[in-house]
């Protein structure tokens, strides 16, 4: 068996041979946790009115008039193309030292910790794209990022366009907009905004994704896939189901990989539903960030390398061929954690929520960190801080946080349990050529 890396660097055919898959989605939805920010063109992004975008508003292409070339200037002033870098320019980039422009200081950039997932994996991932003849030529471009202590909002977007357009001279030429919503990175505040969900909707974050849709579906033609890993799966559906009908009707597919669900009257509202047949929910079989809320869609469970929180990974998931390789049903802890969180989350009111959630987040802000990574290297000298201030809450607050960390890790720490290992042949169906796929399917 395999993992993405290895799909990447074995894959060969080009989209229009191969269209885009379940695999190509948790690629696109992982490179997203690579600092694109700062090698690729970014979007200006305005929820209250999200009509500009950087370099891409009418005046300033009608500024740009080339008098050589007066039909190419005609047919971007009506259809703009997508401001972007190839893969292997952003990789390229990625790779340019700081300090000079000069070729004999190009060196291998700082790593960039985005995420809780090891980001030296990441930086291979984007290598491997970069030689790919698959992944070499999609462009990259409107990288959105967002980060606000005060709404405790952390979130990022950017646009994949693939080269599989009928144009074979320009094949990115309204190719197919993938648009790639990061999930939860190394930040506090980015973690407060996952916990917030459970008391709080729609979360800034959510709002964010719905105008970055918005925004890149105005702004560029094409058919559009939506996908996120971990919480970018969230706002994946999020934008979609609120999406005006113009841009629902583009909407090819929605990937959901191991991202958290809904509360129950979301789910079972009419905009959840219309956008439901699109959607594909796929999680490791000891998923535990999945497992939150409610999903009313069949989970396709994936086989990981790995055990517990970790097959949250999306490195850890396997691949053969094309395709993932699957498992049965989620394991036996999987399903428990589904049920006691739950039933948590239901048997207190949505204050005790809030204030539990504030409770865990004021025991971690004690060690004056910003970031897990932060928090950790500073392990274990700042316990005495955390349980100064665990002790300083309402007996409560305790008491309600205290149950919601005991089924954490119960279920982090607990084995996959799962049944009798895949056969080769037990992989996800193969996809129609579209990209998407039937009711019957899922």
């Known amino acids: 068996m395999s993992d993405i890396i290895d799909y990447v660097h074995a894959e060969e055919r080009s989209f229009r041979e191969l269209p885009f898959n379940e695999v190509d989605a948790l690629v696109l939805a992982?490179?997203?946790?690579?600092?694109?920010?700062?090698?690729?063109?970014?979007?200006?992004?305005?929820?209250?009115?999200?009509?500009?975008?950087?370099?891409?508003?009418?005046?300033?292409?009608?500024?740009?008039?080339?008098?050589?070339?007066?039909?190419?200037?005609?047919?971007?002033?009506?259809?703009?193309?997508?401001?972007?870098?190839?893969?292997?320019?952003?990789?390229?980039?990625?790779?340019?030292?700081?300090?000079?422009?000069?070729?004999?200081?190009?060196?291998?950039?700082?790593?960039?910790?985005?995420?809780?997932?090891?980001?030296?994996?990441?930086?291979?991932?984007?290598?491997?794209?970069?030689?790919?003849?698959?992944?070499?030529?999609?462009?990259?471009?409107?990288?959105?990022e967002h980060v606000n202590r005060g709404e405790q909002t952390q979130f990022a977007a950017a646009t994949f366009q693939l080269p599989d357009s009928r144009n074979r001279r320009n094949p990115t030429h309204k190719g197919t907009l993938v648009i790639s919503f990061r999930g939860t990175d190394d930040s506090l505040i980015g973690w407060k905004e996952d916990f917030n969900m459970t008391f709080q909707y729609p979360v800034p974050a959510q709002r964010a994704a719905s105008a970055y849709l918005d925004t890149v579906a105005r702004l560029w033609a094409g058919p559009i896939i939506l996908v996120g890993h971990s919480k970018g799966g969230?706002?994946?559906?999020?934008?979609?189901?609120?999406?005006?009908?113009?841009?629902?009707?583009?909407?090819?597919?929605?990937?959901?990989?191991?991202?958290?669900g809904f509360p129950s009257h979301v789910v079972s509202s009419p905009a959840y539903r219309a956008i439901q047949p699109k959607v594909t929910k796929i999680v490791p079989s000891s998923s535990i960030v999945g497992m939150i809320f409610d999903t009313p869609e069949p989970c396709r469970v994936v086989a990981s390398d790995s055990e517990g929180i970790m097959q949250h990974s999306a490195y850890t998931w396997q691949v053969d061929g094309d395709q993932f390789v699957t498992e049965p049903d989620l394991s036996s802890s999987s399903q428990l954690f589904n049920e006691e969180l739950n039933q948590w989350i239901t048997n207190l009111t949505t204050e005790q929520r809030e204030r539990a959630v504030d409770a865990l987040f004021t025991v971690l802000h004690a060690t004056g960190a910003n970031s897990f990574s932060e928090m950790m290297?500073?392990?274990?000298?700042?316990?005495?801080?955390?349980?100064?201030?665990?002790?300083?809450?309402?007996?409560?607050?305790?008491?309600?946080?205290?149950?919601?960390?005991?089924?954490?890790?119960?279920?982090?720490?607990?084995?996959?349990n799962k049944p009798a290992k895949p056969k080769p042949t037990d992989q996800l169906p193969a996809q129609p050529e579209d990209g998407t796929e039937s009711q019957d399917a899922q």
């Open 377 to 416: 290297s500073r392990f274990p000298a700042s316990l005495p801080s955390m349980f100064g201030a665990f002790v300083g809450l309402t007996p409560e607050d305790r008491r309600h946080l205290t149950s919601a960390l005991l089924i954490l890790f119960k279920a982090s720490t607990a084995k996959s």
């Open 30 to 144: 992982t490179l997203i946790y690579e600092d694109v920010a700062s090698i690729s063109p970014t979007l200006i992004l305005d929820e209250a009115q999200p009509q500009q975008s950087s370099g891409s508003s009418f005046a300033s292409r009608l500024r740009a008039f080339e008098p050589k070339h007066p039909l190419i200037w005609f047919k971007n002033l009506w259809h703009p193309a997508l401001e972007s870098v190839s893969l292997t320019e952003a990789n390229q980039e990625l790779h340019r030292s700081l300090s000079t422009t000069t070729a004999e200081d190009d060196k291998p950039h700082e790593l960039h910790m985005v995420s809780v997932i090891n980001p030296e994996l990441t930086h291979d991932l984007f290598q491997a794209c970069a030689h790919s003849p698959r992944f070499t030529d999609i462009r990259l471009g409107a990288v959105a």
């Open 234 to 260: 969230n706002l994946a559906i999020y934008a979609a189901m609120n999406a005006q009908a113009n841009v629902q009707r583009r909407i090819r597919h929605v990937y959901s990989l191991d991202s958290p």
